[in-house]
Antibody
Framework: QLQLQESGPGLVKPSETLSLTCTVS??????????WGWIRQPPGKGLEWIGS???????YYNPSLKSRVTISVDTSKNQFSLKLSSVTAADTAVYYC??????????WGQGTLVTVSS | DIQMTQSPSSLSASVGDRVTITCRAS??????LNWYQQKPGKAPKLLIY???SLQSGVPSRFSGSGSGTDFTLTISSLQPEDFATYYC??????????FGQGTRLEIK
């Protein structure tokens, strides 16, 4: 059974860079059928797609976040990562990693809360 | 980008009720529309994909319909475990997905 697990600091200071990693188990991140993505959800609000990556390294970002987002993949570790720079309180959210097939998300991580505060 | 608008934003209903949630896309997305259920503190769960296909393991009381710009999620007979927030999501733009704002289904 495929599992995704987010990891990273739960507290980030304003203006710094948020960094999260998603570890994939029970399947290979190098499969040609899938994209891997990040989605976030501010407390009490809806879902926002951040970006996606293919195992080859091709990336696709939400235009509203594109200038601050970098997603990368490490196939040797079966992981992919998110970096979001210059964070503010508005970036406080639960961050989910996910696997996508033609834009449909069947597998999600459990989510990790990242709070931006000094 | 494609905007997704759900209605209503919240809904109160009773066990056994038939409930319909609507999702409208800002442009035609054919049948590339998916529905998710989210319970507090949990990740979303896929219910319906391609507008009307039931995800494996999802009860048959859930159904989806629509194409183009207008879509509906119907729960035929509400069960206690169905009280949750529901999101639609377009996958027409496969590499730039967007979600509706959510519909919170509460117990009356």
């Amino acid at each position: 059974q495929l599992q995704l697990q987010e990891s990273g600091p739960g507290l980030v200071k304003p203006s710094e860079t948020l960094s999260l990693t998603c570890t994939v188990s029970g399947g290979s991140i190098s499969s040609s059928s899938y994209y891997w993505g990040w989605i976030r959800q501010p407390p009490g609000k809806g879902l926002e797609w951040i970006g996606s990556i293919y195992y080859s390294g091709s990336t696709y970002y939400n235009p509203s976040l594109k200038s601050r987002v970098t997603i990368s993949v490490d196939t040797s570790k079966n992981q992919f990562s998110l970096k979001l720079s210059s964070v503010t309180a508005a970036d406080t959210a639960v961050y989910y990693c996910a696997r996508m097939v033609r834009g449909v998300i069947r597998y999600w991580g459990q989510g990790t809360l990242v709070t931006v505060s000094s | 980008d494609i905007q997704m608008t759900q209605s209503p934003s919240s809904l109160s209903a009773s066990v056994g009720d038939r409930v319909t949630i609507t999702c409208r896309a800002s442009q035609s997305i054919s049948s590339y529309l998916n529905w998710y259920q989210q319970k507090p503190g949990k990740a979303p769960k896929l219910l319906i994909y391609a507008a009307s296909s039931l995800q494996s393991g999802v009860p048959s009381r859930f159904s989806g319909s629509g194409s183009g710009t207008d879509f509906t999620l119907t729960i035929s007979s509400l069960q206690p475990e169905d009280f949750a927030t529901y999101y639609c999501q377009q996958s027409y733009s496969t590499l730039e997905i967007t979600f509706g704002q959510g519909t919170r289904l509460e117990i009356k």
